[in-house]
């Protein structure tokens, strides 16, 4: 079944505070894929989210480093102990980043892979997942629409 609802931002401040009320909303063992061309507000919304489970900042789009863990200090209502914010951006093959340990991440019954640029290892994803989709309205630095669909 799918689920999908749409949100409007004109603030990169909008962006976080839907972040955090989505990470709210999150439980053990979820993959959030996150969409958008480069400066859309993955990294603001994720930074909103990361706020809400307790992470400790700072909060940085892990690029270079593939994959930033975050252990929480205290796990969250629904038994979040572990946050993996990946970014397979610099991914040529979905093999090389299966290497690097996707599959084990995904597996963690405590844990949560917020993921940016899910499109370069597609062949490694799970049917059930959330996609947010995050797009800057034409002619806009500001504005954002971002869609939710949970699958």
Same mark, same amino acid.
């Given at each position: 079944?799918?689920?999908?609802?749409?949100?409007?931002?004109?603030?990169?401040?909008?962006?976080?505070? =839907?972040?955090?009320?989505?990470?709210?909303?999150?439980? $053990?063992? +979820? =993959?959030?894929? #996150?969409?958008?061309? =480069?400066?859309?507000?993955?990294?603001? #919304?994720?930074?909103?989210? =990361? *706020?809400?489970?307790?992470?400790?900042? $700072? #909060?940085?789009?892990?690029? #270079? /480093?593939?994959? %930033?863990?975050?252990?929480?200090?205290? $796990?969250? *209502?629904?038994? !979040?102990?572990?946050?993996?914010?990946?970014?397979?951006?610099?991914?040529?093959?979905?093999?090389?980043?299966? %290497?690097?340990?996707?599959?084990?991440?995904?597996?963690?019954?405590?844990?949560?892979?917020?993921?940016?640029? $899910?499109?370069? /290892?597609? *062949?490694?994803?799970?049917?059930?997942? /959330?996609?947010? +989709?995050?797009?800057? %309205?034409?002619?806009?630095?500001?504005?954002?629409? !971002?869609?939710?669909?949970? %699958?």
């Amino acid at each position: 079944m799918l689920e999908e609802k749409r949100y409007f931002s004109e603030t990169a401040e909008e962006t976080r505070l =839907l972040g955090r009320d989505f990470g709210n909303t999150l439980s $053990p063992g +979820t =993959l959030i894929c #996150f969409r958008g061309d =480069l400066g859309a507000g993955k990294t603001t #919304f994720i930074q909103g989210m =990361l *706020a809400v489970l307790g992470a400790r900042p $700072p #909060f940085v789009s892990p690029t #270079f /480093i593939l994959m %930033k863990e975050y252990d929480l200090d205290t $796990p969250t *209502a629904n038994g !979040i102990r572990r946050v993996y914010h990946a970014d397979a951006y610099r991914m040529e093959r979905a093999e090389d980043f299966e %290497k690097i340990g996707f599959t084990e991440w995904c597996a963690d019954p405590e844990g949560i892979v917020l993921l940016e640029w $899910p499109e370069r /290892i597609e *062949a490694l994803l799970s049917n059930t997942r /959330i996609d947010i +989709t995050l797009s800057l %309205k034409t002619g806009s630095d500001t504005h954002r629409e !971002i869609r939710i669909d949970k %699958k």
